[in-house]
């Protein structure tokens, strides 16, 4: 079964600072690698992801940085701010069509004003 | 408005009983989920589907069995439900290979 291990497990930084989320997985069938967030009592919702034709997904201050041969990732919150305070999830494809998702178990953001 | 809604919203069940969770999507879309969400484990897979009347085993399928009657409802069951089973189950759809659109949940508390 596909592992997707997330650090670290939560995370506070000050406004203004940059986050930065890792995330790791044993293989992947599908190149697919989306970033769910979640606020408190509320459903997850995809927030970025990468299909690597590139290493590189940026989608205003949010960007991802995929490292195939490491079969890593990371997402930067650049310029953090107190409403980007949730619970940040990555998740990688465990079969062959890309529509079955394996998430980590998250990484919690708290952003301090 | 394109939505996936889930019913009930929350629910208090016996050990040993039966529970069943709804979902109903207007979306259109070909696949459907069933995630249960507990502290520590982030989101598991339990069933999906991709047609309907055909359903397929996620990663922890033991102890749930799940229904496609049509491309807009997937229910999960629970025949016997167990206090392990108390968690935040989540429904979601999608086309393949795309973005995940859940539903609010449903907060199952098994006692």
């Known amino acids: 079964q596909q592992q997707v291990r997330q650090s670290p497990q939560s995370l506070t930084v000050w406004e203004g600072e940059t986050a930065i989320l890792n995330c790791s997985y044993e293989?992947?069938?599908?190149?697919?690698f989306p970033w769910y967030w979640q606020f408190p009592r509320e459903s997850p919702a995809l927030l970025i992801a990468?299909?690597?034709?590139?290493n590189k997904k940026e989608d205003g201050r949010f960007t991802i940085f995929f490292n195939k041969r490491e079969k890593k990732l990371s997402l930067h919150i650049t310029d953090s701010q107190p409403g980007d305070s949730a619970t940040y999830f990555c998740?990688?494809?465990?079969?062959?069509?890309?529509?079955?998702?394996?998430f980590g178990i998250g990484t919690r953001v708290l952003v301090r004003p | 408005e394109a939505a996936v809604t889930q019913s009930p919203r929350s629910k208090v069940a016996v050990t040993g009983g039966k529970v069943t969770l709804s979902c109903h999507q207007t979306?259109?879309?070909?696949?459907m989920y069933w995630y249960r969400q507990d502290t520590g484990h982030g989101l598991r897979l339990i069933h999906y589907?991709?047609?309907?009347?055909?359903?397929e085993k996620g990663d922890i399928p033991d102890g749930y069995k799940a229904s496609r009657p049509s491309q807009e409802n997937f229910s999960l069951i629970l025949e016997l439900a167990s206090l392990s089973q108390t968690a935040v189950y989540f429904c979601?759809?999608?086309?393949?290979?795309?973005?995940?659109?859940f539903g609010a949940g449903t907060r199952l508390s098994v006692l």
């Open positions: 979601a759809s999608s086309e393949s290979q795309n973005t995940l659109y």
């Open positions: 293989d992947s069938t599908f190149d697919y």
């Open positions: 990468i299909r690597p034709v590139s």
């Open positions: 998740a990688a494809p465990t079969n062959s069509a890309g529509n079955k998702l394996t």
């Open positions: 979306n259109n879309h070909d696949y």
């Open positions: 589907s991709y047609v309907a009347d055909s359903t």
